[in-house]
């Protein structure tokens, strides 16, 4: 009964050709609920009868991704499609007269999953998170409809992970907001939004009752022995006969032209769909081309995303008022009539600097054209200033700070005016330093967005950085919204952010001019916080990448006392950079973990940074080989002071000989 019942959800889901009355199908999932209540051990893993809900969980699991899920480099123009077929060609090295197949899609504006299936059972659905870790939402993805608990066919590889998009069809998200209205629920802004929110519920007996779609299109870890089809194209028929659905308006198109005549055919047939879509994907059909051409950062070279235009409506600017952001940075913003733009209702817009308010000659008052893209913040045009209303008033940057009142200043050419009041005073450039400071990439706070961090201010529970791993559970606990539980969560992420890499505390401290990359450079330069304290502009410009404007921010802000404090009493609070630390970093991410892969190194003599032991764990951590003997495969010989008879072995064989520095610079990614 239960693969009777498989058999109709695929014909109603996948094939679109329901072979019995839904009212048959119920009454058949009746009894199999029945059977199952009085036989659990009957109840197999792949049972429809799964797809109702589990028991809340407490929290999702992480999942790491043994195949990275990639994200897509994106095309806006026929021009930038031409340049993309001409990298690809260029890098297979085709004829000039070579036309490159592609098979194409719509891009699905929903939420990448990863679907793992062993022996062709489904056991575990995971989200894309950062794309190697994600979170294990298996019990969500139960729940949906057309997703196959277990897989069609004979002879099924015995790890199979398929990738696809989660999304909400049109009418189901209407549908959905229909009911959480009359249940005086949340209102969500779009389909997107609303299948994300739904997959990510603990409790999944709610996200069955959410119809939410599932297409599917690439694949990921497979089992080696595993036969794949040869091609995209291919491979999607073949994932439709094992069960999974697929979307139906794909096709494959010879050369950049016939990629532009289904672009335009979608973009038409954009509204009528009943999903909602954001563009087209491209992907180079042939898998052995695929393989070739291989990818860049995150994103394959074999494939492109090409973005629908941006969406742009009318509306009118009711005022203008300046925020303040963490670096003290005064940016209009303009207040606008609400106006349905690009999926959401948008009411603020960005003016960016008043440069931009002058050339676009925007006055409070104007008719606006409003233009949003994507997750990108909303942004003003351009003015019609055929309709300018008489009252239309000029936007003038305040002397002060709308928030501490200290004089505000436009430096010398630059666009951009700062209150001065500096964090010491401003709240505003507090509050935003404290978000950058717990923010992911910086002290990687769990838990600690930027809302909570608006309450704790607003509480007086905080007031600056050190403040935080002061706090204590049950003052947290007494904020509005606030559990025992979420409060006990929170001191532990606080504890736990305390382990972390001098890299990201350079960083998370918010110096200006000071992004992740430059802080990386200084932490591996220096070595410690104290020596970079204390380094003068001579020693600071140095560092890679570190040029006379940075230095001088860095410099200026160790002058600041209150600054120098701020470090101790955080060193005080117990912040530190083991080494272990250094190595969580490199565990799932792939692009450090890879970053000396296939290289082998042979260590000799005395190091001046770093102990032999400690130079080979750093080694090994970004992936190379470290070896006892030097051979003719060897890499490189890293060679200390007193080296000696490998030394003279690396000579003779012609192998590179590298330097402490040198070693300093391939260990670079680690410090
Ligand atoms: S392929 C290596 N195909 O777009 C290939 N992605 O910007 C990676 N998406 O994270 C993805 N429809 O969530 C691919 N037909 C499609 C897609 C698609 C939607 C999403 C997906 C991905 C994002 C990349």
Not at 242 to 269: D, H, M, S, W
Not at 622 to 630: Q, R
């Amino acid at each position: 009964m239960q693969s009777l019942l498989n058999d109709h959800n695929y014909r109603y889901h996948v094939l679109d050709e329901p072979s019995i009355e839904d009212a048959e199908y119920d009454q058949l999932f009746h009894e199999l609920v029945k059977l199952e209540e009085q036989f659990p051990s009957l109840s197999k893993a792949d049972s429809p009868t799964h797809r109702v809900g589990a028991p809340p969980q407490s929290k999702f699991n992480q999942v790491s991704h043994s195949v990275p899920m990639l994200s897509l480099g994106n095309a806006f123009s026929d021009q930038d499609m031409l340049d993309f077929d001409r990298r690809v060609r260029d890098k297979l090295e085709l004829a000039e007269n070579a036309v490159i197949d592609y098979a194409a899609e719509p891009k699905l504006d929903g939420l990448a999953v990863s679907l793992r299936y062993e022996s062709g059972v489904f056991v575990t659905g995971a989200t894309r998170g950062d794309g190697s870790t994600g979170e294990d939402i298996t019990l969500n993805l139960r729940t949906l409809a057309s997703l196959p608990l277990r897989l069609q066919g004979t002879d099924l590889p015995a790890v199979l992970e398929v990738r696809g998009e989660v999304y909400m069809a049109k009418e189901a998200f209407a549908n959905l907001n229909e009911s959480q209205r009359k249940n005086e629920q949340k209102i969500f802004a779009n389909p997107r939004n609303a299948a994300a929110g739904s997959l990510r519920l603990l409790d999944s007996s709610i996200t069955a009752a959410r119809q939410l779609s599932l297409a599917v299109y690439a694949m990921g870890e497979v089992s080696p022995d595993a036969e794949l089809p040869e091609t995209q194209s291919e491979l999607l028929v073949w994932l439709r006969e094992l069960g999974f659905p697929t979307n139906r308006e794909t096709a494959v198109c010879a050369g950049p032209e016939k990629c532009k005549a289904y672009y335009q055919k979608i973009l038409k047939a954009r509204e009528s769909l009943p999903y909602e879509i954001d563009g087209v994907v491209f992907k180079v059909d042939p898998v052995n081309q695929q393989r070739e051409l291989g990818q860049v950062s995150r994103a394959p070279r074999w494939a492109i995303a090409r973005k629908f235009p941006a969406e742009e409506a009318g509306s009118i600017i009711d005022a203008v008022e300046f925020q303040v952001g963490r670096t003290g940075a005064l940016t209009p913003v303009a207040r606008l009539q609400p106006v349905f733009v690009g999926g959401v209702t948008v009411s603020n817009a960005t003016l960016h600097n008043m440069d931009e308010v002058e050339r676009k000659d925007i006055r409070v008052h104007d008719h606006v054209i409003v233009r949003r893209a994507g997750d990108v913040i909303p942004e003003v045009v351009r003015v019609d200033l055929e309709n300018r209303p008489r009252r239309a008033k000029r936007i003038k940057m305040p002397l002060t700070c709308p928030v501490c009142e200290s004089p505000v200043e436009t430096p010398e050419g630059e666009a951009v005016a700062r209150c001065t009041g500096g964090v010491e005073h401003c709240l505003a450039q507090r509050q935003g330093a404290l978000k950058h400071f717990a923010s992911r990439r910086a002290m990687d706070i769990d838990g600690l967005g930027d809302k909570l961090i608006d309450q704790l201010i607003e509480a007086e529970l905080v007031q600056w950085m050190p403040d935080l791993f002061r706090l204590d559970a049950d003052q947290v606990s007494a904020l509005p919204r606030m559990g025992k539980k979420s409060a006990a969560n929170l001191i532990a992420a606080l504890d736990a952010a305390k382990e972390t890499t001098l890299a990201r505390f350079i960083y998370a401290l918010g110096i200006r001019e000071v992004g992740e990359s430059g802080a990386r450079n200084l932490a591996s330069h220096f070595g410690d916080i104290e020596r970079l304290k204390t380094a003068s502009t001579e020693e600071l410009v140095e560092v890679e990448d570190i040029g006379p404007i940075v230095a001088q921010s860095v410099l200026e802000f160790f002058a600041s006392p209150f600054h120098r404090e701020t470090v101790d009493a955080l060193l005080q609070e117990g912040v530190r950079w083991p080494a272990s630390v250094v190595q969580s970093e490199v565990d799932g991410n792939d692009e450090l973990s890879q970053h000396l892969a296939g290289n082998t190194y042979v260590l000799t003599g005395t190091l001046e940074k770093f102990t032999r032991d400690e130079a080979r764990d750093k080694l090994v951590m970004l992936g190379a080989k470290v070896s006892s003997s030097v051979s003719k495969k060897t890499t490189a010989l890293i060679a200390g002071h007193s080296a000696g008879s490998k030394l003279k072995k690396a000579e003779d064989l012609g192998v590179e000989v590298l330097d402490d520095d040198a070693l300093q610079e391939l260990l670079k990614p680690l410090l």
